[in-house]
């Protein structure tokens, strides 16, 4: 259904040019879920923009770069083509339904606004329509509450409703990009319980973006970690989480808080901070602050390369971007070969 080849993203700034995207590949098939994780800064959330085409304006996506959905070059479409396409084909929900939700404008004409604009329903329809919506992300009273402003709803809430814009022209792709920051963890689990069964019900496909990898844990089918602009691993979910190759991905599970260490243990921290994009280092982007670095990781970038063969799903191969990953990687590879 999706497929970015080589997607990067340039931004001039009066310090130089910095590419938050850097040569990034993803597939996505119907009904699939990726979750895409790394710290604040790695570029999880212009990469979806990217895809979306709401990038900055002053970002520019370079000439080689493709975006193809469902056959179509999506990074092709005229402004006309996209205001059709968007919505319709790909929604998104925002991080922040505050900023992303129109403070004037009450949550039933937001919600009907799209209806109108891509099905041509009529006002009635559309409000028959907008209630069904509001019921289905569970929000209580929905006819009451579309007439309410988004002031008036809770995070939670708000963030329902945005849920609800995103779906309600049925979209065959929904990006989720941190729809659960700031909510508190019971929020948290009822709006990706709510994302994975809404998701489930119209075989729609999901990219889910997260600085947590225990958020997308649960509802992925597979993973890319992300940092610097450009994936560090990718692979099944289960595999990657039960046997991390990059020592990156290793550092974010050790860094998770855990139920069962004593009181007061101390958290594992990964030490120093990514890199400055506008000052890259040499070699592996990872290798300043890497365990395992040896000479040729400050001398040479690693390309992300097969581990091991196609998982069970039938997904991708669990690909790795490291000359010394935490599992053998290249003698499985080539005792498979012989």
Known sequence: MLE???????????????????????????????????????????????????APTTARIDPASTVRFDGRDVLSLTQRESQKFWGREIAMVFQDPLTSLNPIRTIGRQITDPLRHHLGLSRREATDRAVELLERVRIPSPRVRMNEYPHQLSGGM???????????CSPKLLIADEPTTALDVTVQHEILDLLHA???????????????????????DRIGVMYAGHFLEVGDTRALLDEPAHPYTGALLSSIPRPDLPPHTRL??????????????????????????????????????DLRATGASGSEAHRVACFHPTIPARANMSSEAS
């Open 268 to 305: 594992t921290v990964i030490e120093g901070r990514p890199p400055n994009l506008r000052d890259m280092p040499t070699g592996c982007r990872y290798a300043p602050r890497c365990t395992r670095a040896q000479d040729d990781c400050l001398q040479v970038d690693p390309p992300l390369e």
């Open 158 to 168: 708000r963030q329902r409703v945005g849920i609800a814009i995103a779906l309600s």
């Open 198 to 220: 809404l998701q489930s019900d119209g075989d729609m496909a999901m990219i889910l973006v997260s600085h947590d990898l225990a958020v997308v844990s649960q509802h992925t």
């Open 4 to 54: 970015v080849r080589d997607l990067r993203t340039h931004i001039d700034t009066p310090g130089g040019r910095i590419t938050p995207v850097d040569g990034v590949d993803i597939s996505l098939r119907r009904g699939e879920t990726i979750g895409i994780v790394g710290e604040s800064g790695s570029g999880k959330s212009m990469l979806v923009r990217s895809i979306m085409g709401i």
